[in-house]
């Protein structure tokens, strides 16, 4: 028999493992219960009653040893697990549906199920997630029910299963989890979740491995061992033993690369001949801040702010986001400016209470700044309290806008920003003493018209995600067009060069906030065209600022020239890979 | 019968760890007591359930309010707006 099959699925949290199969099937109950715990003759009931409460004390338990060693995010999961356990409405919707004498574990999942469906259809995010916590709960209460017991791996081992529900990984011993492989789930689920928290690999949506492991088991033989590398999302089921050493290599290469970059975190970004480049952080909430600190983010290149006015249902006060931007700006201090973007909605974005009408192309529709021209109340109200936040943190805010397409919109913009603040002086409330303000260059018009832009400017920031869908008009939400979403496309790195031209006859500086900035490859070629800042998420900054590291001026000038002169992606991103391949 | 409204300030509004410490503490009392999301118009739910509370899709800066109906409504109503008011075991900021 050849050895390996390969299957795909979606990374989910980085690393390499290699390891017998723990098969966790969460569709419990398909074997009638041997044992179940149902007394002769007990009414429904009773049976669900003490079912119920045996779980919750199984869950405090769990929460009290998580608690016990550290784990306290987990912990807050069970306590409310428990509290759902006991809850009784749960109860008494599991008793009604029971009846004198139905299925009492029938019963407790048909009830569970249907809060579940309450919760998925709240319209807040994470709420609605915790409907996959209330089915887990039910599912448990009918494990007690029905006498069965979980089977847990009994050496180190790599989940393998539909989706790992957080009850079942709490119970798993610690270190008895080399990796979870997912056949569904998504890159937010709790396993994943708790992938990266114990550093361990993920996958998720793999195609075909349940059928592929489940095909190569035998009750009479040891299990099937499966390799799994969590950053390419890549799975090999029964790997032989050359397939084994090659990921044993990439683990020790990964474990290498990790001790390397984050040993670089104590001098500030460079390349190995010392030329500076600014790594800073795109975060989305207040709540990232401590994460891109702790990377040594100089500062924030992209703080998106929808997050103030997206899942409720009215827009946000102005008190609400003097709280939130005056909560980043005082985490990064004055050493360690934070760019403020406007918020980039309306179009595909949908924000009930702004009452926008539908639209044909969004991407291509009243988004953004464009919104200002009808409607300025949304922008002036963001700038007062953008105002105001860098007057309480006693810093000077950057803030920039999405979606500048001609110099009309820089104008607007500025009276905006003036406008906000003449109004706050007359209201005797304190402001920052100025404002740095730029724009994103994330359209084809703002790149031609770069040199005009960046003389009434103080930054560009290029937003790369969007000007490479513009450029090569292909939708970035169309999975057919996948191949010509390359931000490394030589068309959209000649744009880059004609913005920093641009940029550089007016003197402002360069920053790039898409993607392309914390893809390593794609970072060597942004420095060499001339961009002086990169800001992406945290958690890709170690390997940027490590791919800097490794190469000089000259290197990147060289690749610079020649990636303009390429006609595709793939030669720029192997040109810039052979930059990083190891020496020797 | 006592009733009063309070606005809710945690970041995520009423999720889970919050609700959690909310309902065990309605629970300790054995007046009825409920919540009900003023801002959203839902109708009164039973504070001593988490499924209903969090159900109640109470999120930052929404209304909700309060009532105490037994003998021990005035202890409970206290103990749970101050509840509200320290943040619900959430650091909150000023």
């Known amino acids: 028999m050849t050895s390996g099959v390969r299957l795909t699925g979606v990374a989910g949290a980085p690393g390499i493992a290699i390891g017998p199969v723990w098969r966790f099937d969460a569709t419990e109950g398909a074997s009638p219960a041997a044992t179940s715990r149902e007394v002769p003759g007990q009414r429904p009931e009773d049976a669900i009653r003490a079912a119920a409460a045996e779980t919750g004390r199984q869950l405090d338990a769990l929460a009290g040893r998580l608690r016990d060693v550290g784990r306290e995010p987990e912990a807050a999961i069970f306590d409310a697990q428990s509290l759902m356990a006991l809850d009784p409405t749960l109860i008494a919707d599991a008793v ?25 259809s709240l319209e807040d995010e994470i709420l609605s997630a915790r409907a996959a916590d209330v089915r887990d709960v039910g599912a448990r209460i009918c494990r007690v029910l029905r006498g069965e017991v979980l089977h847990l791996p009994v050496v180190p081992s790599i989940a393998v ?22 056949a569904g789930g998504s890159r937010t689920a709790h396993a994943v979740i708790l992938a990266r928290s114990l550093g361990i690999p993920a996958i998720v949506g793999i195609e075909g491995l349940i059928a592929a492991v489940d095909g190569r088991s035998s009750p009479s033989a040891p299990p099937v061992a499966i390799a799994m590398d969590g950053e390419r999302g890549e799975v090999i089921v029964d790997p032989g033993s050359r397939v084994a050493a090659d990921f044993r290599q990439r683990e020790a290469d990964l474990a290498q690369r990790r001790a390397n970059a984050a040993g670089l975190r104590d001098r500030p970004a460079a390349t190995a001949d010392g030329e500076r480049v600014l790594l ?20 924030v290149g992209l703080f998106r702010t929808e997050f103030l006015f997206m899942s409720r249902q009215t827009p946000p006060t102005e008190t609400e986001q003097v709280d939130s931007y005056r909560r980043v700006l005082e985490a990064f201090g004055p050493e360690r400016p934070v760019v403020i973007r406007l918020a980039d909605i309306g179009g595909d974005k949908a924000i009930p209470y702004l009452r926008l009408a539908p639209e044909q192309n969004p991407f291509l529709g009243v988004r953004a700044i464009r919104l200002a021209y009808a409607n300025p109340d949304l922008l002036l109200t963001q ?8 007057a309480a943190a006693k810093v000077v805010p950057h803030v920039m806008a999405p979606m500048v397409a001609t110099l009309a919109d820089v104008e607007l ?11 706050l002086v007359a209201e005797g409330l304190p402001v920052a003493e100025r404002m740095v303000t730029g724009i994103m260059v994330e359209v ?12 009434r400017v103080d930054f560009f920031s290029i937003g790369t995600n969007d000007l490479t869908q513009y450029i090569l008009a292909a939708d970035r939400g169309n999975a057919a067009l996948a191949g010509l979403q390359d931000a490394l496309h030589p068309a959209v790195l000649r744009a880059i060069a004609g913005i920093v031209a641009g940029a550089d006859s007016a003197g402002i500086p360069v920053a790039v906030c898409g993607e392309l900035a914390g893809d390593p490859a794609g970072a060597l070629v942004l420095v060499g065209l001339g961009v002086d800042e990169l800001s992406a998420d945290a958690g890709s900054l170690d390997g940027v600022r490590a791919a ?23 030669t720029v991103r192997d040109l810039a890979g052979a930059l990083l391949a190891p020496a020797g | 019968m006592r009733a009063d409204e309070v606005e809710v300030r945690n970041p995520s509004g009423l999720h889970a760890r919050p609700a959690a410490l909310f309902v065990k503490t309605a629970a300790r009392f054995v007046s009825t007591v409920t919540v009900q999301n003023v801002t959203t118009g839902a109708v009164p739910a039973d504070a001593k359930s988490i499924l209903a509370v969090m159900g109640s899709g109470a999120a930052r800066g929404h209304i909700v309010r309060l009532t105490a109906d037994g003998p021990d409504e005035e202890q409970a109503m206290t103990v749970l707006r101050d509840l509200f008011a320290s943040g619900l075991g959430e650091e909150l900021e000023a």
Do not use: H, K, Y
Request: some cysteine; proline content about 8%.
């Open chain 1, 383 to 390: 700038l007062r309290a953008i105002w105001r936040a860098g």
């Open chain 1, 444 to 455: 084809p018009s703002a790149a031609f018209l770069a040199p005009e832009l960046a003389r």
């Open chain 1, 413 to 423: 913009l500025m009276s905006l920003r003036d406008r906000a603040r003449n109004a």
């Open chain 1, 280 to 299: 800073v952080a795109n975060i989305g909430t207040p709540e990232d801040a401590p994460r891109a600190l702790a990377v040594r983010a100089e500062g």
């Open chain 1, 161 to 182: 299963c539909d989706d790992l529900p957080p009850s079942v990984t709490a119970e798993i011993p610690p270190g008895f989890l080399l990796g979870i492989a997912l």
């Open chain 1, 96 to 120: 009604r549906r029971a009846g004198s004498a139905g299925d009492p574990a029938d019963a407790v999942r048909a009830a569970a199920g249907a809060a579940a469906e309450l919760f998925a």
């Open chain 1, 548 to 570: 800097l590291a490794r190469v000089t001026r000259p290197q990147l000038d060289a690749l610079a020239r020649s990636a303009l002169d390429a006609t595709n992606a793939e």
